[in-house]
């Protein structure tokens, strides 16, 4: 079998997500010869910092044979001749409070200065602390993180599960539960996309699909859809599995500002999970969602 290419952005966090996944794939399919390959932008420049529509684009044109980033980061519904090949098991999918001296938010000092990436993140904690100094955050994990150390910010909110990929649990001082901030569509899971006509590859990657993470990220990605919002939007989603095994789903509208946050749920069989999503996005429309989402 041909060398398969696995593509990824270039930061340390997302180089070390591929190759977790070429490794299980390696496991899976012990003939196979997987390497990561970083996919840089037109110039050589700014690997950390760009988003997967570079990476997309390198699969199209045949530069990779699959591509991982946290699911997360792809949108809700990938673009054409693109398909989800695969969605990795899910680590802790809330995010989690990095702070100086390890101060809670609910101590931080009016004005005190938190780092947070999205207006889904900034939305939900305005709504919490409207007195806080909202800090946007660029860039990878390190730099978001150094920016404690050089006096910056008083704390960060990141991804529990990118902490937890980087063997940096120790650096977690809480973990925001999702009742205050609940997280992205898919966030705590990995995606692998390939070429929507690849049946090779596709296979390849499903060996790593976890079917409980997939059936759950479904309805949440479904619900954005539905809503017809990005990723950059002020929405959160969350699907768990209850005792029975059904799907429950929690979502969340912000005002930008924080002045107004709506939220809803819907429940349904596993093999509902898109439904499901579309149900929760018209249950969170009749509460004016989409009042709030035209002042994004």
Same mark, same amino acid.
């Not at 997360?72 to 990795?88: D, K």
């Given at each position: ?47 950390? *910092?760009? $988003?997967?529509?570079?990476? /997309? ?17 792809? @949108? ?50 305005? !709504?919490?602390?409207? *007195? ?5 955050? /660029? $860039? ?43 997280? @992205? ?12 006509? *690849?049946?090779?590859?596709? /296979?390849?990657?499903? !060996? ?9 990220? @479904? ?6 859809? !539905?809503? $017809? ?14 005792? *029975? ?12 500002? $924080? ?38």
């Amino acid at each position: 079998m041909p060398r398969i290419v696995v593509g990824s952005q270039g930061s340390v966090l997302a180089l070390s997500q591929a190759r977790w996944v070429a490794e299980r794939l390696k496991e899976a399919w012990p003939e196979a010869d997987f390497k990561v390959r970083s996919i840089r932008r037109p110039g050589g420049a700014g690997q950390a *910092d760009y $988003g997967v529509s570079e990476l /997309e684009e390198a699969l199209r044109k045949g530069q990779a044979d699959m591509i991982v980033a946290s699911l997360c980061e792809f @949108a809700p519904e990938p673009p054409g001749g693109i398909a989800l090949g695969a969605v990795t098991r899910r680590l802790d999918p809330r995010e989690a409070w990095v702070a100086r001296g390890g101060r809670p938010i609910a101590d931080l000092a009016p004005g005190a200065r938190v780092g947070a990436s999205g207006a889904r993140v900034r939305a939900q904690l305005a !709504a919490l602390r409207g *007195d806080l100094e909202f800090v946007p955050l /660029e $860039g990878d994990l390190e730099s978001r993180m150094a920016r404690i150390a050089a006096g910056e910010c008083d704390g960060v909110v990141v991804p529990a599960a990118d902490l937890l990929r980087m063997d940096m649990r120790q650096r977690i001082d809480a973990y925001i539960e999702t009742a205050v901030v609940m997280p @992205a569509a898919g966030q705590g899971a990995l995606g692998i996309e390939v070429r929507e006509d *690849d049946d090779v590859h596709a /296979e390849l990657a499903y !060996a790593l699909n976890d079917g409980d993470a997939d059936d759950r990220t @479904a309805a949440e990605r479904a619900f954005m859809v !539905a809503l $017809g919002v990005s990723i950059a939007a002020p929405v959160g989603a969350l699907a768990v599995l209850g005792e *029975d095994g059904r799907i429950n789903l929690s979502g969340c509208v912000a005002a930008p500002d $924080g002045s107004k946050v709506v939220r809803s749920e819907a429940s349904g069989s596993r093999e509902e999970s898109e439904d499901i999503g579309i149900e929760l996005a018209g249950k969170i429309r009749q509460q004016g969602a989409d009042v709030l989402l035209a002042r994004v």
